[in-house]
């Protein structure tokens, strides 16, 4: 099965995003409008991310999935720092393929949010839960901070997404690359090779996704498309799709594109092991 791990929809009508500024993300986006070029691609499966920390943007993700087969997993957004309403909406959201959580960290006013006290609290839960927690460390602190989370939390599946954010536009390598190796150190870590086209041209791609292949193997790593999001730097789904897979060898393809995805998110029924 191929996985697209890392889809965004939202509606603008019934949930505020406040990154969202006029242009080509200034407007609603379903799985509809994709769906097309996901079969075209040969994805089968997807797993749709929070794309803001409010409730309703989950509802927008939950309805959706009812109404979609394709639809393998929703990854919501929870009051982590206040885990027994966390857990309340866990339970009201029972039945609804939920298989993780995110907290946009990379747009959240406090830099060390992730490490505060009251938000190990609600990780916890989600440990409790089986469910991951998807890490958008676009920044080299906050990269340096996802070892130090995975070591308090040791039974919590941390995704990282994007791959931490590579420095491809400028051709940069450290501190990126040494921070990303102290992640994949960590057992309980997995990445994403999505959303780089907006970090650099897709033919510079390769020393990036080779160095995370040798440090996370492709075990640890999935594929995603960060649809609709990544439009900012390419012209369709198509575009983005051909820019990551091509920068994946062959022999990686299988787990990398699809059965990563399927075990830390325990699609199908798949169990997680690292």
């Not at 070591?151 to 791959?163: G, I, N, S, T, Y």
């Amino acid at each position: 099965m191929i996985v697209d791990a890392h889809q965004h929809l939202w509606d603008p009508r019934t949930a505020d995003y406040p990154w969202l500024e006029p242009g080509v993300l200034d407007r609603v986006y379903t799985q509809a409008d994709v769906a097309e070029e996901l079969r075209a691609a040969g994805v089968e499966k997807t797993v749709l991310v929070q794309a803001a920390d409010n409730v309703e943007d989950t509802g927008n993700m939950l309805r959706e999935a009812e109404r979609d087969p394709t639809i393998a997993g929703v990854v919501v957004w929870l009051p982590l720092t206040r885990p027994a309403e966390a857990g309340a909406l866990l339970d009201r959201w029972a039945g609804a393929p939920i298989v993780g959580a995110r907290h946009l960290i990379h747009r959240d006013p406090d830099p060390e949010w992730l490490l505060r006290p009251d938000v190990a609290d609600g990780l916890e839960l989600l440990a409790d839960r089986g469910l991951t927690f998807d890490a958008c460390a676009e920044s080299p602190a906050l990269l340096a901070q996802v070892p130090v989370v995975a070591a308090a939390h040791p039974r919590l599946r941390l995704v990282l997404d994007h791959l931490g954010k590579p420095p491809i536009a400028a051709r940069g390598w450290e501190p990126w690359a040494g921070l990303l190796a102290d992640a994949a150190a960590a057992p309980n870590v997995v990445a994403k090779v999505s959303g780089l086209n907006t970090a650099g041209p897709a033919e510079a791609f390769g020393p990036y996704v080779s160095y995370a292949l040798e440090v996370f193997g492709p075990e640890r790593l999935m594929y995603g498309g960060d649809w609709p999001f990544a439009l900012l730097a390419a012209g369709s789904y198509a575009e983005i799709h051909a820019g990551l897979v091509n920068a994946i060898p062959a022999q990686a393809r299988p787990a990398v594109l699809g059965g990563t995805a399927e075990r830390v998110y325990r699609l199908a029924g798949k169990e997680n092991a690292f």
